[in-house]
């Protein structure tokens, strides 16, 4: 692995983490209006980090590419919540 695949997934993890961070912030203030499509953005958002990391830290393609298949989830959700975060 290289140096630059470990530094890109401990960014992606640090991003993750922000995310988990926020969530537990709108958690809390969820009977806010537009709490419940900001945590579904974050939720995408952590989701979407994390398995992207995973993808960068395992060293065989068929993992590789199985990481990558779950990662599509996170980063189909992230326009659809954003949109209706924004109406």
Do not use: C, N, Q
Not at 45 to 53: M, Q
């Amino acid at each position: 692995m290289y140096h630059r695949d470990l530094l890109y997934a401990i960014l992606l993890l640090i991003s993750a983490l922000a995310s988990v961070i926020t969530m537990t912030f709108i958690w809390r203030r969820r009977s806010t209006p537009g709490a419940l499509p900001l945590l579904m953005l974050m939720l995408g958002t952590a989701e979407w980090s994390l398995t992207y990391a995973v993808h960068w830290l395992v060293p065989d393609l068929p993992s590789k590419v199985f990481w990558l298949d779950v990662t599509y989830i996170g980063a189909a959700s992230v326009p659809t919540s954003f949109f209706v975060f924004t109406l």
